[in-house]
């Protein structure tokens, strides 16, 4: 098992490439085994361990104020509903990230930019958010590429802020993201607060999004949910893993 990744996110160095908002967020996740998920990495990035196995997140929330450099949203492209197949990485620096297996967005030309200028596996979906008192419904439905993928998520989330426990922690504490530009890895810092997390309780799920990109799970998620108002978080500019 490597060193878990620091509970506060190392300063940024440089200039911010874009910032954002994450709101209204919900983690779940399944337990891997590391040989399952390493395929699905990019080249010179393992999979983050944590007492002998790995996971695959899946995120519904709100993305709101999206814009280059600092304090520079763009209006309505900036803001969408979005939800990740996420897996844990890290590298030969010891850098613990995230790789995106699918996001799922709203907005076609921002998934356009995405997919084409920055190489992540962005997908245009129909999206929706219920709230009804303290129970949140999220449902999507794919609509480019492999049309037709849906995923229907409803948890009841709790009323008080929670102590992180260290799988909390290890989950959620993640400074950067992994991905894969012309055959070569490459990681992206970003810095926020830590995740103001409430309990949550999954009440329905029906998703195809996680075993589509080549995860087997089945069932509810075993690990505790989690839910989050949000946080801001700025992106430095991405380098050579």
Do not use: K
């Not at 997140?57 to 520079?72: A, E, N, Q, S």
Request: with cysteine; proline share 11%; net charge neutral.
């Amino acid at each position: 098992m490597t060193a878990g990744p620091p509970v506060t996110a190392p300063p940024l160095n440089g200039r911010v490439l874009f910032d954002q908002c994450w709101t209204d967020l919900a983690f779940m996740h399944w337990p891997l085994d590391p040989d399952l998920v390493a395929p699905h990495l990019p080249p010179g990035v393992r999979p983050d361990v944590i007492d002998g196995v790995t996971y695959v997140g899946l995120v519904p929330f709100h993305m709101r104020r999206v814009g280059l450099g600092r304090d520079h949203p763009v209006p309505y492209f900036g803001d969408f509903l979005e939800t990740n197949v996420r897996l844990y990485s890290v590298d030969d620096v010891g850098r613990h990230g995230v790789v995106f297996r699918s996001l799922e967005a709203s907005r076609l030309a921002t998934v356009l930019a995405a997919r084409w200028i920055y190489r992540l596996p962005y997908v245009w979906s129909r999206m929706r958010v219920n709230i009804d008192g303290d129970i949140w419904t999220w449902r999507s439905r794919r609509r480019w590429p492999d049309r037709g993928l849906t995923s229907h998520i409803a948890i009841r989330v709790g009323d008080d802020l929670i102590e992180p426990t260290p799988l909390d922690v290890w989950l959620t504490a993640r400074w950067g993201l992994h991905h894969e530009v012309a055959g070569r890895a490459v990681w992206t810092p970003n810095e926020h607060p830590p995740w103001p997390l409430r309990s949550a309780e999954v009440l329905e799920i029906s998703d195809e999004l996680v075993t589509a990109a080549g995860l087997p799970v089945s069932g509810p998620p075993p690990v505790p949910t989690r839910f989050t108002t949000g946080v801001q978080t700025v992106f430095g500019w991405p380098r050579r893993a």
